[in-house]
DNA sequence: AAGTAATGAAACC
DNA sequence: TGGTTTCCCTTACT
C-alpha cells in the first residue's frame, strides 16, 4: 500500500471526497458537445492509446478502454476561442482532454499542419530520432555486441515496470517545490527547497519524519548540492535572496558563502536590476570548490574550506541568468552551465584568469567577456533551464531548453556542432512553475536513462495527468510514464536515486516517492489503487501519507517551538489550523521590508479561460 | 463555483 | 537598450 503522509490538520480528509461522481459529468459535457452538432469528429491520436491504457490501470482505473469519441463542437455560433480569438471554435478541455485552437501551431513540437492530439512526437516520442551509434533497438544481442566490441560493460537499463507513488509527504513546503537532492550517505533521506527559501529534509523511508529549516533563505531556493560524502551533513544553497550557503541539514546551523547583496535591500535604491539572485549552483570536491551561477550571466567561485570568494567571471551575456552548474564527474577541470542566454557553456576551470577580484567590473563586447576559459559554446533557440553531463563517464551532455526539446550529444568533443539528438518532449512551460530540469538516472551504466517531468496532460482513464516520463536519451523512446491517481499536479522537479528504485518528486507544495511496483507486490499495488479509486483519489493509507501545512506563518512558529520542545523528531501530526495565512509575500521575500521589487502594479488582462476550463470535481 | 493573484520569457515598439 | 504587452493545458486560494 502507498504510504502517503498528511500532517495537515484533519489530515487524509482533506484529500478525500474530491471528484467522486467525475465520469457522469465527463459524459455530460460529451454528450452536449454531441447534440450541438458537431462539425469535427475527433481527430483520435489512435497510436498511443495502447500507451494510454496501460498508464490508465495505473491510474484511475475507470472504465478505461472504453472512453467514448470526444467530439468539440466547431459549429457552435456564439463561441470565441481565447487562443486565437475566432468565432466558431473554442480551444480547452473537454473533459480531461484538451483541444488545441487549430489555427495555432502544436503546441507540442511548435509546427503547424497539425495540433497536439495528432503531434507525430505525441504519438511516437522517438520520431524524428537518431539512435545513438551502436545501439540497435534495445535488443540484448546489440548490448552483447556492443560490449564485445568495446570492452565496456552496457547495461540493458530498460524500465518496463509500473510505477506508483509509495510514498508522500504532501504540503510539506509552503510554497512550490523548486530542488531536490539526495542525502550523499543516508540512502532515505531527501532534501527539497521551495519557492519561500524553505529547506526541508524528508526520510520518504519513514515517511512521517521530516524538518524543516524555514529561515534558510529570504527567496526562492534555486538549487541545493550536498559537498559531498566526507561532509556528508553539509550542504550548498543558492538562492535568489543572493546568499549563498553552507548548511547542516540536521542541526540547520548555516554559514554565508556568497553574499551578492551586502548592503541589503535600500528601499528607493536598490532595485530589480541591481539585486543579484543565485541560481545554478555545483560543488567541485576534488577542489574544494563551490560555483553558483547568478541573475546577470556571472559564475562565482568560493574556497569550500575557507567559504571564501576567490573569483568572479562574467561567462555569459550579461543580464541573463545562469541556471544550472556542472562540474563535470569525471574531470573536474571541465565545468558546463546553462543560461538565459540561449546557451550552454563549457568551460575548462584551469584556464582561470589568475587576477579576477570580486570587484571586477569589465564592460564592453556583448556582454560575455571572461572568454579565456571558454571551450565552447551550445547554442539552443531558447533559455536553457539545465545542462548537464552523464553521471559517471561525463562524456554525454544533455540539456533541456524551452523549447520542447531535450538535445543529447554523445561525445563532449562534439559539444560545438549539432547535437547528436533532439527529442521533442512537452516541457516549455515558463511561469508558476519550477522550470522543468531533464535529469539522468546515475544507476544506468550505459547513461542512456533519463527521467523529466512532462508539462501537457494526458488523458488516463478520465482523469488529466502530467505524467514523470522516463526515456532513452540513445533513442529518444518512452520507456516508462508515471502516473498515479493521487498525483494530478504537474511535477517540474524529479530525481532518480543514485542507489535505489526511487524516483522524488517534487511538485507544487508536496514531494513524492515513486516505486516499481515488484511482481510479488502487484496485488497490494492493485489494492491500493482500487482504494485510491473508491476514495476519489484520496489516501490510501496515513501510513504512507503525510500531509503538512507549512503555509501559515504563526503556525509554522508554533509548530516549531513545539517541535523544539518536543526536542527529537518532528513526528507527524501537530495539526495546523487550516492554512489560511495568506502569507502576504512580495516576491522576493516572505517577510519584513515590503519594498521588494514587486509587480503588483501590473496590468491584468482577463485570461478569458471559462469555457475551455478542465472540469475538476 | 467562478474569479484572481502570483509569475517569467519573449515579442514588440 | 527599456518599457509594455502577451501567452499556451498552473495552482491555490477566496
Known amino acids: 500500500m502507498p504510504r502517503w503522509v498528511d500532517t495537515r490538520e484533519g489530515g487524509e480528509e482533506e484529500v478525500d471526497d474530491e471528484s467522486t461522481s467525475e465520469e457522469e459529468d465527463d459524459e455530460e459535457i460529451e454528450d452536449q458537445a454531441v447534440e450541438e452538432d458537431v462539425d469535427v469528429e475527433e ?84 520520431h524524428g530520432c537518431r539512435q545513438a551509434t551502436g545501439i540497435c533497438s534495445d535488443g540484448m544481442l546489440a548490448c552483447v555486441r556492443q560490449r564485445e566490441l568495446s570492452g565496456r560493460r552496457q547495461d540493458l537499463h530498460i524500465e518496463q515496470n509500473d510505477w506508483l507513488v509509495d510514498a508522500a509527504v504532501l504540503k510539506l513546503h509552503s510554497r512550490r517545490c523548486t530542488c531536490l537532492e539526495f542525502h550523499p550517505t543516508k540512502d532515505n533521506i531527501v532534501v527539497s527547497g521551495d519557492k519561500k527559501g524553505q529547506v526541508a529534509i524528508w526520510d520518504f523511508e519513514k515517511v512521517h519524519e521530516r524538518t524543516v529549516h524555514g529561515n534558510m533563505h529570504r527567496a526562492l531556493t534555486n538549487n541545493l548540492r550536498f559537498l559531498g560524502p566526507l561532509h556528508d551533513m553539509q550542504c550548498a544553497s543558492a538562492s535568489s535572496d ?33 539585486w543579484i539572485m543565485l541560481y545554478g549552483l555545483d560543488v567541485c570536491t576534488e577542489r574544494q570548490l563551490i560555483i553558483a551561477g547568478d541573475s546577470k550571466g556571472k559564475v562565482y567561485f568560493a574556497d569550500a574550506r575557507t567559504n571564501k570568494e576567490i573569483a568572479q567571471l562574467q561567462l555569459h551575456k550579461k543580464g541573463n541568468k545562469v541556471n544550472t552548474v556542472h562540474v563535470n564527474p569525471v574531470n573536474c577541470n571541465l565545468m558546463m552551465t546553462g543560461s538565459n542566454d540561449w546557451t550552454a557553456r563549457i568551460f575548462d576551470i584551469r584556464n582561470m584568469p589568475s587576477s579576477v577580484g570580486s570587484s571586477s567590473s569589465h564592460a564592453s563586447g556583448n556582454g560575455s567577456e571572461d572568454k579565456a576559459m571558454e571551450l565552447t559554446c551550445l547554442d539552443h533557440p531558447k533559455v536553457v533551464n539545465a545542462a548537464y553531463f552523464s553521471p559517471r563517464s561525463g562524456s554525454k551532455i544533455m540539456t533541456t531548453c524551452i523549447d520542447n526539446r531535450l538535445r543529447i550529444w554523445d561525445y563532449i568533443l562534439s559539444a560545438g556542432g549539432p547535437p547528436d539528438r533532439e527529442i521533442v518532449h512537452s516541457h516549455d512551460f515558463n511561469r508558476y512553475l519550477t522550470p522543468f530540469r531533464a535529469e539522468w538516472d546515475p544507476k544506468d551504466t550505459a547513461e542512456r536513462t533519463i527521467v523529466v517531468g512532462r508539462y501537457i496532460s494526458e488523458d488516463f482513464g478520465g482523469a488529466a495527468l502530467h505524467p514523470v516520463d522516463i526515456m532513452d536519451a540513445s533513442t529518444g523512446r518512452l520507456l516508462t510514464q508515471l502516473v498515479d491517481a493521487n498525483l494530478a499536479t504537474i511535477c517540474p522537479v524529479n530525481k532518480p536515486h543514485p542507489r535505489m528504485d526511487v524516483i522524488i518528486s517534487g511538485s507544487s507544495r508536496s514531494l513524492y516517492a515513486w516505486r516499481p511496483v515488484s511482481e510479488g507486490n502487484e496485488d497490494e499495488a492493485e489494492r491500493a489503487r482500487v482504494a485510491a479509486e473508491k476514495k476519489g483519489g484520496a489516501a490510501p493509507s496515513s501510513d504512507h501519507f503525510v500531509s503538512y501545512d507549512a503555509d501559515d506563518a504563526a503556525t509554522e512558529k508554533k509548530k516549531r517551538k513545539a517541535a523544539s520542545a518536543a526536542a527529537g523528531n518532528l513526528k507527524d501530526g501537530s495539526p495546523a489550523g487550516k492554512g489560511k495565512g495568506k502569507g502576504k509575500a512580495g516576491p522576493l521575500f516572505a517577510e519584513d521590508d515590503d519594498t521588494p521589487p514587486s509587480k503588483a502594479n501590473w496590468k491584468k488582462k482577463k485570461d478569458d479561460n471559462t469555457e475551455g476550463k478542465r472540469k475538476k470535481k
Not at 547542516?248 to 551578492?260: C, P, Q, Y
Open 43 to 126: 481527430e483520435d491520436g489512435e497510436g498511443n492509446v495502447d500507451q494510454n491504457d496501460r498508464a490508465a490501470s495505473n491510474a484511475q482505473a475507470g472504465p478505461s478502454g472504453q472512453r467514448g469519441k470526444i467530439s468539440i463542437s466547431l459549429g457552435k455560433k456564439g463561441l470565441v476561442c481565447h487562443v486565437c480569438g475566432k468565432k466558431g471554435h473554442c480551444a480547452g478541455f473537454v473533459g480531461s482532454v484538451y483541444h488545441d485552437c487549430p489555427f495555432k501551431p502544436c503546441y507540442l513540437c511548435k509546427q503547424a499542419g497539425h495540433t497536439t492530439m495528432t503531434c507525430p512526437f505525441r504519438i511516437a516520442p522517438e
Open 242 to 274: 543572493g546568499l549563498c550557503k553552507v548548511f547542516d541539514v540536521e542541526t540547520g546551523f548555516d554559514t554565508v558563502v556568497l553574499n551578492m547583496n551586502p548592503d541589503g535591500w535600500i528601499p528607493g535604491v536598490t532595485n530589480e536590476r541591481t
